[in-house]
């Protein structure tokens, strides 16, 4: 039997098979995939196959130094799809990386009874800003990659307020006017009055569905068009906000000519009164005509001599159905007209152009429920181009397109391209588990011998057939085990003929997506209540359903976290259907002998305040301190047999929205996900405006705006209380605020010494309505920090360096530094910590290394101060030297595809020839194969 190719990365798994004997000679390698792979045809491809499959989430994709980042990891062992949970003795390593590459955690793991683990890791105060990465290993033979993810660290500043945009109607028809509106709220609650706001409109390209009609074509698409492009900005303009945060402006729906439905984006950016600028957008549809006709034959695929039925819909530009209106179809025959053409430098080259031959026109009219049909009767194999056509009131026309296979005995007239792949041809975008996907071959010659198999990571079945026609058809039952994808594999070879005495081969793929329903969780959450405020403990109570709706046992996380935060930063790895579902590439390898003939390549070339459990106001003045992003986060909660669990939570000081997120894995690998927001807030609150950072010198406004969220005037008295800066002035003033509207309020005040500020704002009003917010705020030296350096030699006598310092020179705050090493080689060898190993290196790297390394050890032997090096000079050497190729060059890394560079080989010849000067032996064979 043939051994299964090594699962590990970075190993070759191509195989070479050969005959030689009988009179028969042929020899075929894997990696001969010039002119069939499967790219070519769209078909997603994987090159090694999986050991485990993982994911990595936190609680929330958004930090600032200092504050601790919550991470949980999934892990099951992969089998092509089929997933077991791990042994919980087997190891993973969890590695945090800062944005400069810097690691900040390392740390083994081992997985629970439902494939987790959990952990968390504190960010220094002065951490860098930007992405940081979160990997999971599994610790092997060999470390083996699982899962990542990132997450941003920034200094960012919460926004208080959302933009949401919508339209008086989710389509338009050219020439209408888009009534728009955009609404500026609090999270935590109301709107934002009085705001400037700018809007624009960006058109792109549509394809319009309709509820329940998701599989007809609603637009007249013909591939073998060139696009065109056109201007994306439609229209701008700007606004104010009125009462209640709303705004409202129009903009045109306006299509070029002939230009078919295209999405107009409506973006807006709102500037608060705090200087805070929001943007929100919406989308609609802008459509050619008020009606259109969808099309869809009942079967993609249709028999010669017998009736095909191709369905219609007329529906209005809200996809709602549309009855008794009149729809032409007219049938095309396309014929593909194909020459041979010589190419310069010899050769020839098969150019295909499509021919549209009008067969029929057929009339129906749609029923009350805006349904339709026609019927039609192939007469030859080949490909059937179907275009329907509906007229609104005013003349406009709409087109839609779709195509219809015809398999039969007669010949039939397919694209040639200048490759040997071919597209199948599936009836259906998407399958459910006990369908039968009806698939066919559009082959370009009749009397083909075919191998027919279903893959994935591996060949699931296989057969040989012959095929009498080139238009076959292939019906492929869709099983449990093709979750969540298949795909359909058919390579055809033709024998030489006195005609032709070239022989042919031709591979065909198509990838069968199949519903991955079965495998999705529904997470419920219900809190007890509909509002709630600082201090509150609300209890969260969650349950866990399969897709029956029959409760599951599963563990599951739960993140409460501050809505705001959330805003500014979306997450960037998947979810658990998209982590351990995810459509799969395939993992097989077709190829033949032929993609490398001489003899073929000659002769073809390829919310409202007060109301709900939140109470009105605070029973006492009590200070707001307690600021957190992440108000709750449980890693590993285990629901009860029944699917049900719950959390209480006690809500920080922050008046905003919360969002819990609970997400859900069973251990049979169901996954699932729900979401829930809370609005904590009161009727009277304070919103501090203050800088982040104060300079020692300043003179600066310490800023608050008093919000009043009730529904009559609220006279109240604001006190400010500082503690590291010197204000002037009355610490308390008295303002009258209107309903749903916000009064600055500022003082004047001057930052005289380093460390931090502590200010409080506090607001009483009449009937119990007062708050109370505490912050604090660094302040910083109004300095430049210069760096210096200097350097020597110290021999047998001392050395004195002097050090001169400037009289403005601030020493409270500088440092110095001395190293001192007993030979130059030890500086050197403190530069090597720039070449760590990892787990995927370049060629390039390698060699660099090589050379440092080989450099300190001279440098090192030199000084009488030699350490042991010869592991990892001996290491390079081998996995340098594995990586050259056939042709005797080095490519920049292993992957199959990745061909010999010049740079890279001479780099790597220099690499050896330093190996060689001190004396490494390196076999001559080597340099010999690189040097010609």
């Known amino acids: ?131 940081y990465s979160v990997g999971v290993s599994a610790l092997q033979a060999q470390k083996t990659f699982v899962a990542a993810n990132a997450f941003l660290v920034s200094e960012f500043r919460t926004p208080e307020f959302q933009v949401s945009v919508t339209a008086a109607k989710d389509s338009y028809v050219n020439g209408d006017s888009i009534d728009a509106r955009a609404e500026a ?16 409109a960006i058109a792109d390209p549509y394809s319009p569905k309709a509820k329940g009609y998701e599989r007809y074509s609603f637009t007249d698409f013909d591939p073998s068009k060139q696009a065109v492009s056109r201007e994306a900005l439609r229209a701008k303009g700007t606004s104010k906000t009125a009462a209640g945060g709303m705004a409202t402006f129009g903009i045109p729906a306006t299509l070029a000519t002939a230009e078919g439905a295209q999405r107009f984006t409506l973006g807006v950016a709102v500037t608060d009164q705090n200087g805070q600028v929001v943007a929100g957008s919406t989308a609609v549809t ?78 129906a009219t749609t029923n009350a429920k805006g349904e339709g049909s026609v019927g039609y009767r192939p007469t030859k194999a080949g490909t059937l181009r179907l275009v329907a056509e509906i007229t609104d009131d005013k003349g406009r026309v709409s087109r839609s397109s779709t195509y219809l296979w015809v398999w039969g005995t007669t010949i039939a007239s397919w694209q040639l391209t200048n490759d040997d792949t071919m597209k199948l041809v599936a009836d259906k975008e ?121 409760g599951v046992r599963a563990e599951v996380s739960v993140a409460v ?9 979306d997450e960037l790895g998947p979810d658990g259907l998209h982590a351990f579902w995810f459509e799969r590439g395939l993992g097989v390898s077709t190829t033949s002998s ?37 108000a709750f986060w449980a890693a590993q909660l285990v629901t009860k047999d029944d699917g049900t669990a719950f959390v209480e939570v006690r809500m920080p000081d922050n ?50 705006l008093l919000r009043n969220g009730t529904r009559s005037d609220v006279s109240a008295t604001v006190t400010l209380k500082a503690d590291g800066v010197a204000v002037s002035g009355p610490l308390t003033k008295t303002v009258t605020v209107r309903p749903s509207e916000s009064q600055v309020l500022g003082w004047p005040a001057r930052v005289e010494a380093e460390g931090t500020a502590k200010i409080t704002f506090s607001a009483v009003g009449p009937s119990g309505l ?102 990892g000079i001996t290491t390079d050497l081998a996995s340098i030297i594995g990586r050259q190729r056939p042709d005797g060059g080095w490519p920049w890394c292993t992957h199959p595809e990745c061909q010999s560079d010049p740079n890279v080989s001479g780099w790597v010849l220099l690499a050896l020839g330093e190996a060689q000067r001190d004396g490494i032996s390196v076999d001559s064979g080597v340099v010999q194969r690189a040097s010609g």
């Open 286 to 363: 802008v459509h050619p005509a008020a009606f259109y006709a969808g099309i869809h034959p009942a079967q993609f695929v249709a028999s010669q001599g017998q009736n095909a039925l191709v369905d219609l819909v007329s529906v209005d530009t809200d996809g709602r159905p549309v009855g008794g209106r009149a729809v032409v179809v007219r049938v095309y025959d396309r014929q593909w007209i194909t020459t041979k053409q010589l190419i310069p430098g010899g050769g020839r080259r098969y150019q295909s152009d499509p021919k549209d031959t009008l067969l029929a026109t057929l009339n």
């Open 430 to 550: 998407r399958y459910e588990v006990g369908d039968t996907a009806d698939v066919l071959v559009p082959a370009p010659f009749p009397g083909a011998t075919a191998l027919i198999t279903i893959e994935r990571g591996k060949v699931i079945t296989r057969e040989v057939r012959t095929f009498a026609t080139n238009s076959e058809r292939l019906r492929i039952p869709i099983v449990d085990r093709s979750v969540p994808d298949v795909f359909v594999s058919v390579v055809m070879y033709w024998a030489p003929t006195s005609g032709d005495p070239i022989p042919r081969y031709k591979v065909g793929y198509v990838q069968l997506p199949v519903s991955t329903a079965t495998r999705v969780l529904n997470v419920a959450i219900k809190p007890d209540r509909d509002q709630t405020k600082p201090g509150d403990t609300v209890r969260y109570d969650i349950k866990v359903t399969d897709h029956t709706g029959k």
């Open 770 to 871: 007062a708050d109370a917010v505490e912050q604090e705020v660094p302040i910083t030296l109004d300095v430049t920090p210069e760096t210096t350096a200097t350097g020597g030699i110290v021999t047998k006598d001392g050395a004195l360096e002097a050090v001169y310092l400037p009289p403005f020179a601030d020493t409270k705050h500088g440092s110095l530094s001395v190293s001192v090493q007993s030979a130059l080689s030890g500086a050197m060898s403190d530069e090597l910590k720039n070449f760590p190993s990892y787990d995927w290196e370049n060629t390039e790297y390698i060699a660099s290394r090589l050379i440092a390394t080989l450099a300190v050890r001279r440098a090192e032997k030199s000084a009488s101060g030699a350490q042991n090096r010869d592991g």
């Open 561 to 569: 976290v501050d809505k705001a935060v959330i805003s500014l930063q």
């Open 655 to 704: 008046l905003t929205t919360w969002r819990l997120q609970a997400r859900a894995m069973s251990g049979d690998s169901m996954v699932g996900e729900g979401l829930n927001e809370l609005v904590s807030t009161q009727p009277l609150l304070l919103r501090p405006a203050l800088p982040r950072v104060l300079r020692v010198g300043d003179d600066t406004e310490l800023r608050a």
């Open 1 to 131: 039997p043939v051994p299964t190719p090594s699962k590990t990365n970075g190993v070759d798994r191509s195989y070479l098979a050969w005959i030689d004997g009988g009179g028969r000679n042929a020899i075929a390698s894997t990696r001969w995939q010039v002119g069939s792979a499967p790219y070519q045809l769209g078909i997603p491809v994987e090159f090694y196959a999986r050991d485990w499959v993982g994911q990595v989430y936190l609680d929330r994709p958004i930090y600032r130094p200092g504050e601790t980042v919550e991470y949980k990891g999934i892990v099951r062992a992969d089998d092509d799809a089929s997933y077991a949970l791990p042994d919980q003795n087997a190891a993973f390593e969890v590695l945090v990386s800062n944005s400069r590459g810097q690691q900040l955690l390392r740390d083994v793991v081992h997985p629970n009874e439902f494939g987790s683990f959990a952990g968390s890791v504190s960010l220094p105060s002065d951490a860098p800003t930007g992405n």
């Open 594 to 630: 032929m993609a490398v003939s001489v003899d073929r390549w000659n002769d073809a070339i390829a919310v409202a305040v007060g109301q709900g459990k939140g109470g009105s106001g605070l029973a006492q003045q009590q200070v707001r301190q307690d600021f957190r992003n992440t």
């Open 185 to 200: 709220t609090f999270f935590f609650g109301g709107g934002v009055t009085g705001a400037s706001l700018e809007w624009s």
